[in-house]
């Protein structure tokens, strides 16, 4: 490990950056969806949201596959100085998955019509089409992240900040050129991420030349491979059923409840999923395979890292239940309908401070089996908990059983944790009470983001 390495220092760094960035991202993302769900109909929403189920699906299977356990080991290679390695892997698995994001999005274009024909939606296939046109571009800019992530390198992090500016400024070009409608949007998306794709290209090229100049190949056999043979049957389990369950929620809401109940669903979903991704920590699931051989070390963050989270995803959650319905009731109002399905999707918000970091523990200790089986017991609920509630609740059933299985995958995660690795094992004390060190630590990271503000300005 690199002499000058140090958990807490880079683990600062990297949120305050991270957060600086993020916040960024989501007030621009925010204005982009505002003029999205302002422009179209509730209808035309849930329309929009049905052609993203298609797409997403596609975009699951060619950009996350194989990522937790490649992050893991090229964060391992280069923490270790194993270039040689994590070059090897590093190649192979960029080959293959942007491989795979060209022959998924050929193919959903060739069955677009069949996609469009067989739901009873006219010219759905040209949108479908344009969308899946991001899936190469996507599969590259998450490569190239993964890259970033590995060698704890934060300059990278403006990427998609800069590709959602230039989404909105395509967006109001194309609003007084021809006015906005799913194509149009689709159309600004899909410039976006093209503008993402080369920002992030500037700061990979000249980061791969500093890691890997003059390092030589020497591993004979695929490193993807291996990994996939030890893991592969779980993680292509995990995600078929995961993936196959989150797409056929929206077309089960519109069955029914109609395409309208699932534009109100979708519009309080992706809110409360945007203020869950603004949530910090995320550093810890980047640093933690650095320090993972020392358990008790690892226990000692564990815990910090389950306080800190929870106690912040507490204080957005009650912020979120009162300030939500009154900015929709203001801004938004003919999504007023959403507002009861927002005030139960806040508990989520709570949920998420537990449900992060133990899937990031889980991914870094490399337990695929365990993530693919919960995420079956959750694919699995989902369906049959919605065939049962949105009959006899309407869209709010859909909202609650977000809740029900969000909850189930989070306790089933944790007591796994604390079954298979003991010291992992919580107290309401070490959760509840605020020592010397997190005083310190909280201190450290006021004047880190007091020092980062400034050095912006």
Not at 192 to 220: N, Q, T, W
Not at 227 to 248: P, Q, S, T
């Amino acid at each position: 490990m690199p002499d000058n390495y140090s958990f807490s220092q880079k683990f600062i760094e990297g949120e305050v950056k991270s957060g600086f960035w993020n916040t960024a991202l989501y007030g621009i993302v925010a204005l982009n969806s505002f003029i999205i769900v302002y422009f179209l109909s509730v209808y035309e929403y849930g329309v929009y949201q049905l052609i993203l189920s298609v797409v997403v699906l596609a975009e699951s299977l060619a950009v996350g596959m194989l990522d937790d356990v490649v992050f893991s080991d090229l964060s391992r290679y280069i923490g270790n100085d194993n270039n040689i390695s994590a070059k090897k892997l590093f190649k192979e698995y960029a080959l293959f998955k942007i491989g795979v994001s060209i022959f998924l999005a050929i193919l959903v274009i060739l069955f677009s019509n069949l996609i469009s024909t067989h739901y009873g939606y006219n010219n759905m296939a040209y949108p479908i089409s344009l969308a899946v046109l991001a899936l190469p571009f996507m599969a590259s800019i998450s490569v190239m992240n993964l890259f970033f992530r590995s060698n704890i390198y934060f300059s990278y992090l403006g990427a998609s900040v800069f590709g959602e500016v230039f989404k909105l400024i395509i967006i109001f070009l194309l609003w007084f050129w021809q006015g906005l409608g799913i194509p149009q949007i689709l159309i600004s998306y899909l410039a976006g991420l093209i503008f993402s794709f080369l920002f992030a290209g500037f700061h990979f090229l000249r980061l791969y030349r500093k890691v890997f100049y003059g390092v030589k190949e020497s591993i004979h056999g695929s490193l993807v491979f291996k990994l996939f043979k030890k893991y592969g049957v779980w993680i292509f389990f995990r995600y078929i059923i995961a993936k196959i369950a989150n797409n056929i929620r929206p077309w089960l809401i519109k069955f029914f409840v109609g395409t309208e109940g699932l534009g109100l669903f979708a519009f309080a979903r992706n809110i409360v999923a945007m203020i869950m991704r603004l949530l910090p920590f995320g550093m810890f699931g980047d640093l933690l395979p650095r320090e993972i051989e020392d358990k008790k070390r690892v226990r000692f963050l564990f815990v910090r890292m389950v306080k800190y989270s929870v106690w912040l995803s507490f204080l957005c959650a009650g912020l979120s239940f009162f300030i939500l319905p009154f900015l929709v009731n203001i801004f938004l109002p003919k999504y007023n309908p959403a507002v009861p399905l927002l005030k139960i999707m806040t508990l989520i918000v709570f949920l998420y401070g537990f449900y992060k970091i133990f899937r990031s523990t889980l991914v870094v200790l490399k337990e695929q089996k365990t993530l693919a089986l919960k995420s079956f017991d959750n694919s699995v609920l989902a369906p049959f908990m919605l065939i049962f509630l949105l009959p006899l609740f309407g869209v709010i059933g859909a909202a609650v059983e977000w809740v029900i299985t969000y909850a189930v995958t989070t306790v089933l995660f944790y007591f796994y944790l604390i079954k298979t690795y003991p010291y992992f094992v919580l107290s309401p004390k070490e959760l509840l009470v605020i020592d010397e060190y997190d005083k310190m630590f909280f201190m450290k990271m006021c004047r880190s983001v007091k020092g980062y503000l400034k050095s912006v300005i």
